[in-house]
Each structure stands twice: as C-alpha cells, then as structure tokens.
C-alpha cells in the first residue's frame, strides 16, 4: 500500500498528524507513507520520523496557482492508493490537492463550509468533533480503512538527533542557563488569514519581563521565534538588554532547547504544540479567540491564562470554515489586551 497523508495547514498541525503516521505504520509495516506538507517547518518537525518514508514540502500559495498544478500533478506518478487530508484542513483547496495528488481513496473530515464540490473531490468523509483534539480527530480516519488503534498511548512526536541535543547543552552552558530555571517565551502566533492579531500585545510581555527580574534578579527570560518575530524582538532588545535570543535555525533546535525548559509562555501557536512534544513541565497559555479544544497541548499538562472577553466561548469568534477570526480589528486587539499583566505574573511565578 502507497499512502499519502495531506498536512498543508499550520505547522502544528503537522504534528497533530504524528499520533496517526505512528499508527498507520504500526497497522501497516510494509507500507509506504509519504507526507506532504506546505511550510519549512512542517517539514523540519517530520524529518527523522521513523514512520515516514518521505516528506514533500511545497509552498502552493507562494509558487503559484500553475505551478501548483503541475507539482501536485506530478504525485499521481506515485500511484498512492490512499490519501488522508488530516484535520484541521477546512478550505476547499485542502481537497483540490488531493484529487490532483490523485490516490484512489481519498478521505477528510467534514466542516462548515464544505458543499457539493467538496464531497466530490474525496472519496470518504467522516465529521469533525470540536469536542476532542485534532490529534484524536485524525486517528478516527482508522477504521474508514480496516484498521485500528493499536498502540496503547498517543503522543506528538519529534525525533531530535544527537547533534541537535548537543547544540542545545552547548548553548545552555555557554550563556550560564544549564544550571538555572528559565522561561521561555514565543511572543508571535500564525501569519496566516487575520490570526496576528491574537498575539498578546508585545508591551504587556516586555513588563512580565520587567517585573519577573525585579521578582528573581536573576531569574532569566529566553525569547523563542524565527523571522516572522524579527522586528518584535529587536524592540525586545532596546528595552531588555539583559534577554536572552538563542540563535535557532530551524524549529528542530528550538524543540532541543524547549526540552530543557522549566517553563513556556505563548499564546496557541506553533510552538506551543512543539513544547508540549517535548513535554515542558510548565506549560502557560494565554487564552485567544482562536483557543478551543482541538487545538489545546497534546498530552503535557498546560495551565491556561483565562481571557475574560473570550470566556470559553472560542467557538464563537474561530471555527474550521475557511474564515478570518469574527471581529473587527479593533475588537480582536481589545480582546488580547484585556488578558493582564498581573494575570501573567501570577501564573508564571506560582508554578515556577
């Protein structure tokens, strides 16, 4: 069997998809199981993995609608006889990739926003649930094929190399953090569709920072983010001269580094899902209007920082039908700063 399993959604959602590559190769050893994924670091969280053959890694926004084509196109040639569009992919281009990919059997979940045209360019849907985590949506596709949960735990994986883990003790020791209790932080959050606007505002993150040193002078704060966090961290640096950027190159070393972290703040982003791999002992998540169980950290135990102007009801501002949060911009800021710097400290100082 040639299986092909569809991840072009966000980086984290790559790893949702983790838990169901291990199970397909457990309940199909001899199988071929292929990923295809759109970002970089979907990419980079796959590479390693034992259950994988190979990853194919293509920008389809950025290359262009023709180009595209052709690209998808050319996995027919593979002659896959399964594809599974994991969750959460909701847009309809999700499943136009499929049916180009070509594999025979072709199966999604259902969303919101699916019509006919969806159901005719798979083979097999079965529905979302907003009330478990994509994780466990993904591994309900089992018995559509014959097969079943067979392991007897489900985690996301990340399989780091013995260089990538010597980089991270080589960078703790050289900065004076192997010893000491750090945090770390991820300030940003997905650049796709309006989901920018739930970050924190940077201002609120750079008084935590301010009010955790004079808590622990030496109590030290490592920022975590690729380019998309370039120009958040150079404002970092003019007010925090005492900050710590570690020089990442790849979500693979951050995921080494987070693996020695007492502690991490973020809001729901990928790297939230990349700490919660690596099973960080105090996992803090302020609440966004995008936070709903699907999307929670897999399998690590995570303390929530309650938003009062989201109050549970994620599902009212962010669902799985192709759109933007609800809200104007104006409402959607006003909504992230009304989680406090006070609520923050409190957390973080209570658990570490």
Request: net charge positive; with cysteine; glycine share 6%.
């Amino acid at each position: 069997m040639k299986i092909l399993v569809i991840s072009l959604a966000g980086i984290g959602d790559t790893l949702f998809a983790t838990p169901l590559l291990h199970e397909l190769r457990v309940n199909f050893p001899a199988a071929t199981i292929d990923a295809l994924v759109m970002w970089p670091g979907a990419k980079d969280l796959l590479e390693h993995n034992p259950h994988v053959n190979r990853v194919f890694q293509k920008n389809l926004i950025q290359c262009g609608k023709l180009e595209a084509v052709r690209f998808l196109s050319s996995l027919r040639r593979e002659g896959y006889q399964l594809s599974i569009n994991t969750h959460p992919q909701s847009r309809i281009h999700y499943r136009i990739a499929a049916w180009l990919a070509g594999a025979e059997v072709r199966l999604s979940h259902e969303y919101e926003c699916f019509h006919w045209l969806d159901r005719w360019l798979v083979t097999g849907t079965l529905p979302q649930d907003y009330a478990v985590h994509a994780a466990e949506n993904n591994l309900s596709v089992l018995p559509l094929i014959g097969a079943q949960k067979k392991l007897p735990a489900h985690e996301l994986e990340l399989f780091l190399t013995p260089t990538e883990e010597k980089w991270a003790d080589d960078f703790l020791a050289r900065t004076g953090l192997a010893s000491k209790k750090w945090l770390g932080v991820h300030v940003g959050s997905g650049g796709t569709k309006n989901l920018a606007l739930r970050r924190w505002p940077l201002k609120n993150y750079i008084e935590l920072s301010r009010r955790l040193r004079e808590w622990q002078e030496d109590f030290s704060i490592v920022f975590f983010g690729g380019p998309e966090e370039a120009t958040s961290h150079e404002k970092i640096r003019t007010e925090l001269p005492n900050a710590i950027f570690p020089p990442t190159k790849n979500l693979r070393q951050a995921a080494a580094l987070l693996r020695r972290a007492r502690a991490f703040l973020s809001v729901d982003t990928s790297l939230m899902h990349v700490a919660a791999a690596m099973k960080v002992p105090a996992q803090i998540v302020i609440e966004t209007p995008t936070w709903n169980k699907p999307i929670e950290p897999f399998g690590n135990a995570f303390t929530l920082v309650k938003n009062p102007a989201v109050a549970g009801r994620g599902l009212d501002f962010y669902r799985y039908d192709g759109g933007d949060i609800k809200g104007t911009r104006e409402e959607i800021i006003a909504c992230m700063e009304s989680v406090t710097v006070a609520e923050v400290f409190a957390t973080v100082t209570k658990l570490v």
